[in-house]
């Protein structure tokens, strides 16, 4: 088995600030995933990365930059945190191939204030 | 592009009750069809998916089957307990895309 990792759990920050998410697996899976999850709105994808060094901007990429360090890790920069912003951010990890399967971390939540 | 709709909750059961949670999707792919649990305070986590049209996928007691015509994966329990109480969203993917495509999520409450 494997673990995702996520830090930090709670992320405060000021309206205006560039604020980042940090995510670890060791799956060695080769696909991570960022979505934003919303009561009421479900799990929208913001970037992934299908290998080391590719970035693919999802639904809602707006407002956020991503980078795949190396095959293990995943950051998510808020590039002017919004006081709208505020959801918790679940990072994911698969195999690439028909029919993955995601494993997802605990969640982070942002709080604007 | 791919979207997934499905019951909207909350839904609050008695134990005992039967559960079912509608999903429906829409696709010009081949998709693989999840069912993805959260309880408070986790990630979401796999219940089961289904590869193939007209098979059914089952776990801890949930199942639903792949309806291709109806473009249906309804998820049901015969019989709900206290500790099912959780988000439950369905989900699309597979074909040469590396993504899952999530319905807004069902939260279902089981009341003792």
Known sequence: ?113 | GDSVTQTEGPVTLSEGTSLTVNCSYETKQYPTLFWYVQYPGEGPQLLFKVPKANEKGSNRGFEATYNKEATSFHLQKASVQESDSAVYYCALGGGSNAKLTFGKGTKLSVKS
């Open chain 1, 1 to 113: 088995g494997g673990i995702i990792t996520q830090t930090p759990k709670f992320l405060i920050g000021q309206e205006g600030q560039k604020l980042t998410l940090k995510c670890q697996q060791n799956f060695n899976h080769d696909t991570m995933y960022w979505y934003r999850q919303d009561s009421g709105k479900g799990l929208r994808l913001i970037y992934y990365s299908i290998t080391e060094n590719d970035l693919q901007k999802g639904d809602l990429s707006e407002g956020y930059d991503a980078s795949r360090e190396k095959k293990s890790s995943f950051s998510l920069t808020v590039t002017s945190a919004q006081k709208n912003e505020m959801a918790v951010f679940l990072c994911a990890s698969s195999y690439r191939g028909l029919g993955n399967t995601l494993y997802f971390g605990e969640g982070s939540r942002l709080i604007v204030v």
